[in-house]
RNA sequence: GGGGGUGUAGCUCAAUUGGUUAGAGCGCUGCCCUGUCACGGCAGAGGUUACGGGUUCGAGCCCCGCCACUCCCGCCA
């Protein structure tokens, strides 16, 4: 049993010769006398031509009765088909295969859901979909995700190589370290009661490479987190894990935008523009209300906080005392929003703890607003004149702390885009990718519940060198030397340079993050040992992966670029996992079950 | 943990808003058909309306519970 050529392969140069093809049934045309039968493999499809008056009625009979998905191989003449029979749809299909001789390889059952039929296909219950994802991985457009993923893999794994990186892999079976997300647990047989981590990322790992004296690491890493899902977060899920010695950020960017380069080239024969653009994280909020804006449309965050700062309106007045400020956008075109859909956007904004939300809508030539009573005319015309404010428009306040109204405006921004493009009224160009550098995040944020200052990246990340003298005076000054990466309101990826004096990671466990000593010790003390032996300073990025490869498909669900994904509650649908385990097995690894059991 | 959506034939969806025997297209089965490619024609089978309760003369539809999938908030250093 030997392919001769793949079914995409077959020109009329090849009419006249005899193949052998194999693959599953696509299709079958049968017209009673003469049988057609599309063959498929991973590559394409081509018609084969089963004719009574040279085959025998058995093999004619067994064609015929063939369900879809069976898998099949034909030995045949390719030939030319006769004029006016050409099938322009398809790349084979200036030819044909006349059959003389075919073997059933596996019969298929009647199958679940058409994998044939793009347009069913697509809409067919994820459920099933993930419960039959061999048949799903089948369809032509998952086979390209999968194809796709694969080429960027190896484009990355090249690109990387020439610049000289090393792959190097670390380990999955990991401590536990009980900061950021919730960890997998592994416990282990041979330690009763301890147990081993999986992974969050390999962050530690990378660092002690580069104290090892790689200089240049990278890693396609499987990374885990315990964390509900969403449709752009899986429990275990793959980034682009780099890591670099001797570098500053500008190293680093211009790596990652050559990287970024060589991948959409690869993927889509796109050219991206170089360098990206930057923005700090306060322009990013002042602008977007947000820290991965997307910037492929308007609507852009104003400031109005100077002309509100004396109004009789106290509601604006009142929050600029409070230390806060005035924002708001301009929705163009909205004025036609619902009442539901104002009444959305007004949970928005209470989410945030606002009281409220306050909105203009423009409309027959007046603004028609339950607050606009309470603006002077002076009030009136800096808003019209700030926000352009036309014919159409929807007009949307926050007043509040200045993260807080930002944030609540940033979201607000997300949503009326939204319903502006299920309107028809905003487009984008589904070749459009707006890269950003998003810098200068604090390094450090407030948790007011606990009291405490806490890493807004993660604890290894380096101030801004200039900042250092106000970790202690005025932590929330001090910005890290951290980065996102973000392409059309998508963070594709952060990073940092790290700290690489062990006296200054100390400080930044003990004294700022108030970790008693002999915790970090317990949990980072390999970690901080290690830096004393001579480390260089390093830093370096994550990717995700499958964020990566869901954009170039154009998909916003990295279910479809996973082979094998897990449901919103971690389940595979397929194996049934999770799933109990016997009672020897829990014995093994000393553990005793409380729950109830499921089934 | 919270909120929204969905669940009706193998698949995709209807069912005049509580009223007779739950329909259609595709798929499937049988028959017919020698140039189709969404082949065509005729006939047929196929339903615990996710599941469990309740209200009602009567429930796919209303109420309570529960399960699964999905989207979002929280969470994701």
Redesign the pocket.
């Known amino acids: 049993m030997k392919r001769t050529h793949h079914c995409n392969e077959l020109r009329p140069e090849h009419a006249g010769h005899t193949v052998t093809l194999a693959g599953w049934v696509h299709?079958r045309?049968?017209?009673?006398?003469?049988l057609?039968i599309?063959i498929r493999d991973r590559e394409g499809r081509i018609?084969t031509?089963f004719?009574?008056?040279d085959l025998s009625p058995e093999i004619c009979n067994s064609a015929?009765?063939l369900?879809?998905e069976s898998v099949i191989e034909v030995v045949g003449r390719v030939r030319q088909?006769?004029q006016?029979?050409?099938?322009p749809?398809?790349a084979t299909?200036q030819v044909?295969v006349?059959v003389q001789g075919f073997t059933v390889l596996n019969h298929a059952d009647?199958?679940?859901?058409?994998v044939d039929?793009p347009e069913?296909a697509n809409?067919?219950?994820?459920?099933?979909r993930?419960k039959h994802r061999y048949l799903d991985l089948r369809r032509p457009e998952m086979a390209r995700n999968l194809r796709l993923r694969s080429k960027v893999a190896t484009a990355t794994r090249v690109f990387l190589d020439e610049q000289g990186f090393l792959e190097v892999e670390t380990p999955t079976l990991f401590k536990s370290?009980p900061?950021?997300?919730?960890e997998f647990l592994v416990p282990s047989r041979v330690h009763p009661g301890q147990f081993y981590a999986l992974p969050?990322?390999p962050?530690?790992f990378k660092q002690i490479l580069m104290v090892a004296g790689v200089e240049r690491y990278f890693q396609l890493a499987r990374c885990y987190?315990d964390?509900?899902?969403?449709?752009?977060?899986q429990p275990e899920f793959t980034q682009v894990d780099i890591e670099m010695s001797f570098i500053e950020r500008e190293d680093l960017y211009s790596l990652i935008e050559g990287l970024l380069k060589r991948v959409w080239k690869t993927a889509l024969g796109i050219d991206l523009p170089t360098p990206f653009k930057r923005i700090s994280f306060e322009e990013a909020l002042n602008r977007y209300g947000i820290d991965k804006p997307d910037s492929r449309f308007g609507m852009e965050l104003v400031d109005l906080t100077e002309s509100f700062r004396a109004s009789s309106f106290k509601v604006f007045s009142g929050a600029i005392q409070n230390g806060g400020v005035v924002k708001a956008i301009n929705a163009k075109g909205l004025a036609c929003a619902t009442q539901g859909q104002i009444e959305t956007m007004t949970e928005y904004a209470k989410?945030f703890g606002a009281k409220g939300l306050a909105f203009i809508k423009v409309e027959g030539g007046e603004w028609k607003s339950p607050i606009v009573k309470f603006f002077s005319d002076a009030e009136k015309a800096a808003l019209k004149s700030r926000l352009a404010i036309e014919e159409g428009d929807l007009i949307l306040f926050a007043a509040d702390q200045w993260l807080n109204a930002c944030e609540i405006l940033g979201k607000i921004r997300l949503y009326c885009a939204d319903v502006l493009k299920a309107q028809g009224k905003l487009t984008l160009d589904p070749q459009r990718f707006d890269f950003m550098w998003v810098i200068e995040f604090p390094l450090l944020s407030f948790d007011k519940e606990m009291n405490r200052w806490?890493?807004?990246?993660?604890?290894f990340t380096a101030p801004v060198a200039e900042d250092i003298p106000l970790l202690k005076s005025d932590p929330k000054k001090v910005r890290g030397q951290h980065y996102d990466v973000v392409v059309n309101g998508v963070e594709l990826g952060g990073g940092s340079i790290r700290i690489h004096q062990p006296a200054v990671q100390k400080t930044i466990f003990e004294e700022i993050l108030q970790i008693p000593a002999e915790e970090t010790q317990l949990r980072f003390g390999y970690m901080l040992e290690a830096f004393r032996y001579g480390a260089p300073p390093h830093g370096g990025i994550a990717l995700g992966f499958d964020r990566m490869i869901a954009i170039l498909c154009g998909t916003?669900?990295i279910?479809d670029v996973i082979a094998f994904p897990k449901?919103?509650?971690g389940?595979c649908?397929m194996t049934d996992s999770p799933s109990a385990v016997s009672a020897k097995q829990l014995r093994d690894l000393h553990i005793e079950v409380k729950a109830a059991r499921k089934d």
């Open positions: 299709s045309r049968d017209l009673g006398g003469v057609f599309d018609q031509v004719d009574p008056s015929a009765s369900h879809s088909r006769p006016g029979t050409e099938n749809k398809i299909g044909e006349l009647v199958l679940p859901f058409p039929d069913v809409k067919v219950n994820e459920e099933l993930l370290t900061e950021g997300a919730r969050q990322s962050q530690q987190r964390e509900d899902l969403r449709a752009d977060r989410s806490y890493s807004s990246h993660h604890p916003t669900s279910r449901t919103a509650k389940a649908l």
